[in-house]
């Protein structure tokens, strides 16, 4: 991580806290597959879990972006992961710590489709 990198991921964070809590003016949100075939408030429940999310640690946020998260529901494991993009979405965003050109996807997942 050069220091750029680093002084910025602060505000990376707290943008990927905002959007995955609820502010999708930062981006939009994806189902996998799998998590589309489950019932509406199976996929409600998981994706409030995703909001609720808080378990960051040296071990899954090494980069401290707060970018991805596993959680357990019914006894199964999912994965979400925040991805950066430019506003068109066919590039990655030349500077995730800037809203004004980037845009946040965020895609959940069950585990076995990682």
Known sequence: MTTTEATQAPTIAQLNDRFRQGDHTLGQTFPSLWVSSLPSEAQQELFRLVRVFDNFTPGNDPW????????????????????????????????????AVTTRVLTLMHASEY
């Open 64 to 99: 401290e972006e707060h970018d991805k998260g596993q959680i357990e529901f019914q006894g199964e494991q999912y994965l979400w992961k925040i991805d950066y993009y430019a506003l068109d979405l066919k590039h990655g965003s030349k500077d995730p710590s800037n809203p």
